[in-house]
């Protein structure tokens, strides 16, 4: 019957979208895994994830979430562009989005394929399941490497050697016992490219992530003003950073995603800045709608697409930069205070800091206008 049972889960998970599928345990990921979360909080490494350490007891163990788990699925879904995921970095006056943003918010494709398989085991064996995507304390990473879809290469994702660094990971716990496969091993040898290709220096060594200095964690997860010291490095990445995925050796062997949700967008391709400049809340929610970038907000977004005005050398932004000097939030008006000194001639410059210093009253925003050195 487990057999069978496990040959039925294999067949709807691929009817449902996953191309990779496996199973392990909750106790496979023993507590080496514990011990490296607990250093990674220590340490500060997750910023201002704070949820990352309000939920570390039963992120420690899958067995935290639900003790009556035997056995956990372990799913993937390929993701993997069609064109260079990295073109967009050489189109200065264009916003680079990451490409798992470019689609529909995978948190709702991935987990409608989760509940079809786990409503069909569910049906056929009487036992309990529960479907996790990412936004659960679960350790998909480590599971994935337990169950054998990859291993946790060194730039902390996971790798595959069929779908490369282009998976979305989903997680079914259950009460059923199925039989446990093979865990993978780790591939990367001394290749390190992932490593020397991150423009903010985020890994402190091979398989370690400071989140803080990450550009993905800066412009999506990071709520506050995003420091100096890392603004010329984000470029013009509005959302997310790929470059640590897309120069994987394994990408080669990942063929481009054939479900139609995850195909990117062309409309989310490489916006160009002085439309993204130009968006008020309702239009940020029209045109990103359905996708990750919406649920980042506005206000975040216009941030980080300010750093990358600034960064771009366009001179023909500077009026969409000037009327934002006066937006209603001050995470906007601090970049585009850093962008008007990026872009504007010393003149332009003064002019501005009259007219805007003296009537505002948000401490950070003043101080990018104290920090001009012209």
């Known amino acids: 019957m487990a057999a069978s049972l496990k040959e039925l889960v294999l067949a709807e998970a691929r009817a449902a979208g996953f191309v990779a599928v496996r199973v392990t345990t909750p106790t496979a990921i023993g507590t080496v895994v514990a011990e490296r979360l607990e250093q990674f909080l220590r340490e500060g490494r997750h910023g201002d994830m704070r949820w990352m350490a309000a939920t570390a007891e039963r992120r420690r163990h899958p067995l935290g979430m639900w003790p009556e788990a035997r056995s956990i699925i372990m799913l993937g879904m390929n993701y993997a562009p069609e064109g260079d995921p990295l073109a967009a970095l050489a189109e200065p006056s264009c916003g680079a989005i990451s490409c798992y943003a470019q689609c529909s918010d995978y948190h709702d494709v991935v987990k409608a394929g989760l509940k079809r398989v786990a409503g069909v085991l569910a049906r056929e064996s009487g036992a309990e399941v529960k479907v996790f995507v990412d936004t659960a304390p679960l350790m998909e990473k480590p599971l994935g490497e337990a169950a054998g879809l990859g291993w946790q290469g060194k730039h902390t994702n996971l790798v595959s050697r069929d779908y490369g660094s282009w998976l979305f990971l989903g997680a079914i716990l259950t009460s059923a016992e199925l039989e446990p496969d093979a865990p993978e091993a780790d591939h990367c040898g001394t290749c390190r490219r992932c490593l020397d290709v991150c423009p903010t220096d985020a890994f402190p060594a091979p398989y370690q992530l400071d989140a803080r200095r990450c550009i993905a964690y800066l412009t999506i997860e990071h709520k506050g003003h995003i420091a100096a010291e890392f603004r010329k490095a984000i470029g013009n990445r509005v959302f997310g950073c790929d470059d640590c995925l897309a120069v994987c050796p394994w990408n080669k062997f990942a063929a481009a995603t054939r479900e139609a949700k995850l195909q990117v967008r062309e409309a989310a391709n490489s916006p160009p800045l002085g439309e993204l400049l130009a968006l008020d809340d309702a239009?940020?929610?029209?045109?990103?709608?359905?996708?990750?970038?919406?649920?980042?907000?506005?206000?975040?977004?216009?941030?980080?697409?300010?750093?990358?005005?600034?960064?771009?050398?366009?001179?023909?932004?500077?009026?969409?930069?000037?009327?934002?000097?006066?937006?209603?939030?001050?995470?906007v008006r601090a970049m585009a205070v850093w962008a008007l000194q990026q872009l504007a001639g010393a003149q332009a410059w003064a002019s501005a800091r009259k007219r805007h210093l003296s009537r505002e009253t948000d401490a950070a925003v003043r101080a990018e206008w104290g920090a001009e050195s012209r």
């Open 283 to 331: 239009a940020f929610r029209r045109r990103f709608a359905g996708t990750p970038v919406k649920r980042t907000g506005r206000d975040r977004v216009l941030r980080n697409a300010l750093i990358a005005a600034g960064n771009s050398g366009d001179v023909s932004l500077v009026p969409a930069v000037q009327r934002l000097l006066q937006d209603a939030s001050p995470l």
